[in-house]
């Protein structure tokens, strides 16, 4: 996914080219060098934003290996059986 820097001024300019390039990736708003905003997609905003309501979604998503938990193992005696 490309990413289009612009400045204020070139956004102020020409807003229709900065929401073009947003379809192909996010599009980096400076101000003075800095990041100032990011402009998306309303389809990248909406994933971005949408509830993950399945294991399966968010096993897919790429932030998840950024997750810690612990997994406990239950150990069983054979008598219980």
């Keep these: 996914m490309p990413v289009t820097t612009v400045t204020s001024r070139e956004f102020n300019h020409d807003a229709a080219a900065a929401k073009r390039a947003a379809k192909a990736g996010p ?3 400076t101000n003075r060098g800095e990041l100032e905003a990011v402009l ?13 309501e399945r294991i399966t979604d968010l096993l897919v998503y790429p932030a998840a290996a950024d997750i810690e938990f612990d997994l406990a193992r239950v150990v069983q005696s054979s008598s219980n059986f």
């Design 40 to 52: 998306l997609s309303a389809e990248d905003y909406h994933k971005l934003t949408a509830k993950v």
């Design 27 to 29: 599009v980096h708003i």
